[in-house]
């Protein structure tokens, strides 16, 4: 049979699953969603938009998100509002109210509309307000048919008999999940954040959320605790790339000013290629002396912090997601106080806001918003805000340094003084008594030049421990971020895609090793966040220590590590609360220090079951703290000699551990001993400690 020449015209076409996965995987986050369409609402120019939650906490609930915006008629619902991946950014200039659209293609107000079985919209548009628009979308029709263009939506006009105020209310209903208190919670702080809080604006954008949630949150934001702030940075950099920064006081005087080149020294003056932007990073010492004769208290600002700590990034306006999110340290604050502690502010101690003002789209927001694409401007951005943190830093360490060095010098004039001061009155005495004083103030200088020899021993010591802590807390950041979560979500992606490729034989081929996986990349996460704990300043600061409250949050960070193991841990606390005066971070250490141990003697156990026993016990005024294994105990080394830096039968092991424990235990007034083997058979250390009460 011949064939004839011909040509037949085709075109791309969708299927009705694509609208599934771009809602479901670009934007999976229901506070995310949920701040997309609150986002259209910004760039309509509304002053205002509410959300509604009706029956959320079951599955069928309704969500209505009403705004007082410029609204839309039939042409922007169809040619605008429908179309998806197409940016308002790009096309559209500043609104009336000289806002910079946000822009977002559309795939964000997607995954919103499809959390319901049904998305209703509404509009009054302000250049028609006698007429109102509606269209409903079913996505139950979508999952029946088989391509998108199959599904045909009705848009219809009808009149309002009078003219009413412009805007927009856009309604999920029978919503396919539930929404608990914590998601509630996450999208109360996500649309306070949204428009810059923190910041007085009468013609600002004003998202509200009708919850109980919003209204908590709501009040602690309008607290704005800055006036309590121990001292604040203040960064730009303008149009042309030139920065400047002041570091001001609590009364709002300068402390230290730089100009550009000062900030910009690691780049040698380079200037940065990024559009104007402002950092602003309040910084709080939250301990007694700082907050004595205050109205606030610590309890206040420190329950702030927590909600809203950290430094946001808002960009025209609005905030951008994940930045100053719990956990998302994108300018390395804590990293940088871990390397060098002294001086430097952490997330958990300050609040901050990045603004910039971006009206030539320089920079673009990643298709699931899991916030801005790393090029070269964000980078130059992050850039600009970190050399203003060291610079801060840098000053502050020359002043604390030379606070030290006039210490050092006082001391050592006075010290001087002193010993010529009594050598002369020494001379004074009678040639008996003289002789009898030079001795006893010889052997003196010769004991107190031994005890430095001891002290300068030690300092050793812990500078060795402290370029470990050091090494361990930029390994755990750097864990923590990228390579953590691509390793989770790359098992994840395999263990979706197998689960669909595979059905049913998914369970026999890979779960195991896929949970095996997840399990460990867990433990990695918190052993991280483990490390960073330890380091928290807060921790250092002496106070009123509950024991047993300690114990709790030790054994809660370790039970990833005993579970992977198959490690029973057994405690037996004395009733009551026992508490000492004493720093969180001693009684960490001593029991850190000694579950390491028993858990890595656990690892050359040869027992069936594996245990570790946590006792305490109170008689008068000391509390004695039990840490007992079914281990091997302690062998190939005496009893006496395990407390000596360095002595270790661990090959990969520094020897320091009890050591720590000693010198910590020592610090606190108490005593520590061990036995070869103890109760369980294992190691067994019995620490000693004088409480306050209990």
């Known amino acids: 049979m011949a064939v004839k020449a011909g040509t037949t015209e085709a075109q791309i076409r969708f299927s009705t699953q694509i609208i599934r996965r771009l809602g479901e995987e670009l934007n999976p986050s229901i506070d995310q969603s949920i701040l997309e369409l609150v986002k259209n609402s910004y760039d309509a120019d509304a002053k205002s938009c509410t959300v509604e939650l009706y029956s959320i906490t079951e599955i069928g609930g309704t969500i209505k998100i009403k705004d007082d915006g410029k609204g839309m008629d039939e042409g922007d619902i169809i040619n605008g509002w429908l179309v998806l991946g197409e940016s308002s950014k790009s096309n559209v200039g500043r609104t009336e109210l000289n806002r910079i659209p946000a822009g977002n293609k ?49 848009v219809t006009r009808s009149p309002t008999g009078k003219k009413i105020l412009p805007g927009t209310t856009i309604t999920i209903k029978n919503l396919k999940t539930r929404i608990g208190e914590r998601e509630a919670k996450k999208i109360a702080r996500g649309l306070i954040l949204l428009a810059d809080p923190f910041e007085d604006d009468p013609n600002g954008f004003k998202p509200i959320l009708k919850s109980k949630e919003f209204q908590d949150m709501e009040r602690l934001v309008s607290r704005r605790y800055f006036d309590d702030a121990e001292y604040h940075l203040s960064a730009t950099v303008d149009n042309t790339g030139f920065a400047k920064a002041a570091v001001l006081d609590y009364r709002g005087q300068v402390i230290f000013e730089a100009p550009h080149k000062e900030i910009a020294r690691r780049r040698n003056g380079q200037k940065y290629g990024c559009p104007a932007t402002t950092f602003d990073l309040w910084v709080f010492l939250l301990n007694s002396t700082s907050f004595s004769g205050r109205h606030t208290s610590i309890g206040e600002v420190r329950e702030w912090l927590t909600e809203f700590g950290g430094v946001h990034l808002y960009e025209n306006g609005l905030r951008v997601n994940p930045y100053g999110n719990a956990g998302n340290d994108w300018l390395d604050m804590n990293l940088s106080r871990a390397k060098s502690p002294e001086e430097r502010p952490s997330t958990n101690t300050s609040i901050g806001v990045v603004k910039v003002k971006d009206s030539k789209g320089l920079l673009s927001q990643k298709t699931d918003r899991s916030g801005f694409i790393e090029n070269d401007v964000f980078h130059e951005i992050r850039s600009f805000c970190q050399d203003a943190l060291d610079w801060m830093a840098k000053r502050r360490i020359e002043v604390a340094e030379q606070k030290r060095r006039n210490t050092r010098e006082t001391a050592n004039t006075a010290a001087g003084n002193t010993k010529v001061t009594l050598q002369q009155a020494i001379k004074k005495l009678s040639r008996k008594n003289r002789k009898e004083l030079e001795k006893a103030f010889a052997k003196f200088e010769k004991a107190q030049e031994n005890q430095l020899t001891s002290l300068r021993s030690e300092v050793q010591l812990y500078r060795t421990l402290s370029t470990a802590g050091i090494t361990a807390a930029t390994f755990s950041h750097e864990s923590r971020g990228n390579p953590l979560k691509a390793i989770t979500q790359a098992i994840k992606s395999i263990e979706r895609r197998t689960k669909e490729h595979l059905k049913s034989k998914y369970e026999e081929l890979f779960e195991k090793p896929v949970q095996s996986i997840l399990r460990a990349v867990s433990s990695l996460a918190v052993l991280g966040s483990a490390t960073l704990k330890i380091l928290s300043h807060e921790k250092r600061r002496v106070t009123r220590v509950e024991i047993h409250e300690v114990i709790s949050n030790v054994l809660e960070t370790f039970q990833p590590f005993t579970d992977g193991r198959d490690i029973i841990l057994k405690t037996e606390l004395t009733p009551g609360k026992p508490y000492m005066r004493s720093s969180e971070a001693a009684i960490e250490s001593i029991l850190t220090n000694l579950l390491n141990n028993s858990l890595v003697a656990l690892e050359n156990s040869v027992s069936k079951s594996r245990e570790i026993l946590i006792q305490t016990f109170v008689e008068q005024s000391t509390l004695s703290l039990t840490v007992a294994d079914n281990g091997p105990g302690i062998v190939g080394i005496d009893v006496n000699d395990i407390w000596l830096p360095g002595e270790t039968t661990n090959p990969n092991g520094t020897g320091l551990g009890l050591t720590i424990v000693r010198d910590a235990v020592h610090d606190l007034g108490g005593t520590v001993s061990a036995m070869a083997h103890g109760q369980l058979g294992g190691a067994e250390i019995i620490v000693e400690l004088p409480i306050i009460g209990k």
């Open 106 to 154: 559309g795939l964000g107000r997607l995954a919103a509309l499809r959390m319901g079985h049904v998305a209703a919209l509404e509009s009054v548009p302000k250049n028609l307000p006698e007429a109102r628009y509606q269209l409903e979308i079913n996505w139950d029709e979508f999952d029946r048919a088989k391509l998108v263009e199959d599904v045909f939506l009705d």
